[in-house]
Nanobody, 124 residues
Framework: QVLLVESGGGLVQAGGSLRLSCAFS????????MGWFRQAPGKEREFVAAISWSGVNTDYTDSVKGRFTISRDNAKNTVFLEMNSLKPEDTAVYYCAADLWGSAATRSTSYEFWGQGTQVTVSS
């Protein structure tokens, strides 16, 4: 079974930066595509970013392009989400997810395993 543990969330002012991490354990990390999703209060969970198992392919939702960067470190079994120029509308619980042999899917149903989430709050 895969265990995903997110960290790095917190409270930041608009325009600031945060770096989220997701530690992966239980299976071979390099075989899994990794995704970041978020859910704001009263809203559905939405796709943020994803990276393929090979690390070659990435994808982002339009609202974060140019501000967020997803990356992975297979030696550390960790995926990162670097978030810059944060806006109040980025406030949400951020979840990482794993998809065996995935190609950076944007649909949540493509992912088999999920973390518990980390809160990101951006103040105006």
């Amino acid at each position: 079974q895969v265990l995903l543990v997110e960290s790095g969330g917190g409270l930041v002012q608009a325009g600031g930066s945060l770096r989220l991490s997701c530690a992966f354990s239980g299976r071979t990390f390099s075989r899994y595509a990794m995704g970041w999703f978020r859910q704001a209060p009263g809203k559905e969970r939405e796709f943020v970013a994803a990276i393929s198992w090979s690390g070659v392919n990435t994808d982002y939702t339009d609202s974060v392009k140019g501000r967020f960067t997803i990356s992975r470190d297979n030696a550390k079994n960790t995926v990162f989400l670097e978030m810059n120029s944060l806006k109040p509308e980025d406030t949400a619980v951020y979840y990482c997810a794993a998809d065996l042999w995935g190609s950076a899917a944007t649909r949540s149903t493509s992912y088999e395993f999920w973390g518990q989430g980390t809160q990101v709050t951006v103040s105006s």
